[in-house]
C-alpha cells in the first residue's frame, strides 16, 4: 500500500509539474520560433518596454506615471492589436502550419532537375516567371484564380507557359502533391514597406504567398534574368543555380536522384 501511495505522489508531485514545464517550454520555444520569422518581434520589444516602464514606476512608487499608464494601457492594447492585426493573423497562421509529427513528403517525387532547368532556360531568355511549390499547407483558394490543369509537370510545358505572352504567363505557376494544379493564378503582394524598391510585383507577390503560407516560392527576373526564392517570409534574391537546386531540394525535402550539377549540363 505504501508504494501504491509513493507512485501516485511520484506521479503528481514530479511527472506531472515535469510534464507541464515540458510542453510549456516546447510551446515558447515554437512561439519564438514564429515571432523571428514575422515583424511581430517588434510587438514584443514595445510590450516589454511597457512592463519594464510599469515595474519601475510601482517599485519606486511613481504616481503619476503610474497614473498615466493605468490610463493609457487598455487603450494601448486596442491600439496594438489594430495595429499589428496582419503580423498577429501570421503568427495564428503559422501555428497551423507547424507539424508536431513527419508524415510522408508528397514532394519527394518532384522532377527537380526538368524544374531547374526550365528555370535556367527561362533565365537566360529573360522570361519572367512565377513557380509555386506547396508545403503543408494547402493552396486551394490561390489555385481557384488560376486555369486548373492538373498535369504532370516537365520542362517543356513550364517553357511553353512562360515563353510566350499568353494570359497564363504573368500568373503563378502551382505545384501541388508532385503535379502541376493550375497556371495563371494570382498570390497576394507583399505588405512589407521595406522591399527594395527595383522589384516589381512578381518578387512582392512571391513574398506575400510566402508570408502567408510555408510555400517555397521560385521567382525569374523579367528585367535581369536573376534567379531567386521566397519562403518563410523572406526573399533571398539572384541565387547562383547549383545554390538553388540545393536550396529548392532541402526545403521540399527531395533526396538527390543522380550526382550530376545542372551547371554541367549540355
Known sequence: MFEWIGNIWLVKNVLIPL?????LSFLLFKGYQILVQTRAVQLVKGTATLLIMYGIAYVFQLSTLLWIMNLLVPGLVIGIVIIFQPELRKIFTRLGQKQLFKHRNKNQELPIDDIVRSARYLSEMQRGALIVFSRSVGLKNIIETGSKLD?????ALINS???YDTDLHDGALIIENGRISSAGSFLPLSEQQDIRKSFGTRHRAALGIAEETDAVVLVVSEETGAL?????AALYYN???IELKARLMELLEIKPSNLDEVENED
Open 19 to 23: 510534464f507541464d514545464i515540458g510542453i
Open 228 to 232: 531567386s526564392l521566397a519562403y518563410d
Open 239 to 241: 541565387m547562383e543555380l
Open 161 to 163: 507557359i512562360f515563353s
Open 151 to 155: 498535369c504532370l509537370i516537365s520542362a
